[in-house]
Nanobody, 126 residues
Framework: QVQLVESGGGWVQAGGSLRLSCVFS????????LGWFRQAPGKEREFVVA????????AYADSVKGRFTISRDNAKNTVYLQMNSLKPEDTAVYYC???????????????????WGQGTQVTVSS
């Protein structure tokens, strides 16, 4: 059974940076596409960024493009989300997700992912 464990969330002032990590276990990591989604209080879950299996392609939400960077380390079974120039509107619970068989057009679709982590809180103060 695939398990995902996120870490690295916390509190930061606007303009600051955080790096989230998601450790994958229970499957063949390099075969999975990985995504980050977030959910703010009172809002629906939204796509943030994703990387296809083997790291062959990435997708970013327009709201984070140029500020956030996703990367994966296949040797450590870990996917990272580097978040720079954080804004108060980035405040949310961030979830890591994993799935197989995703194509580029489905990287942004939460329902395409089979496994989800518990989430890590990111709070950005103004």
């Amino acid at each position: 059974q695939v398990q995902l464990v996120e870490s690295g969330g916390g509190w930061v002032q606007a303009g600051g940076s955080l790096r989230l990590s998601c450790v994958f276990s229970g499957g063949t990591f390099r075969s999975y596409s990985l995504g980050w989604f977030r959910q703010a209080p009172g809002k629906e879950r939204e796509f943030v960024v994703a990387i296809k299996r083997y790291g062959s392609d990435t997708a970013y939400a327009d709201s984070v493009k140029g500020r956030f960077t996703i990367s994966r380390d296949n040797a450590k079974n870990t996917v990272y989300l580097q978040m720079n120039s954080l804004k108060p509107e980035d405040t949310a619970v961030y979830y890591c997700a994993a799935g197989t068989g995703l194509i580029t057009s489905t990287l942004r679709v939460g329902a395409a992912y089979s496994y989800w982590g518990q989430g890590t809180q990111v709070t950005v103060s103004s």
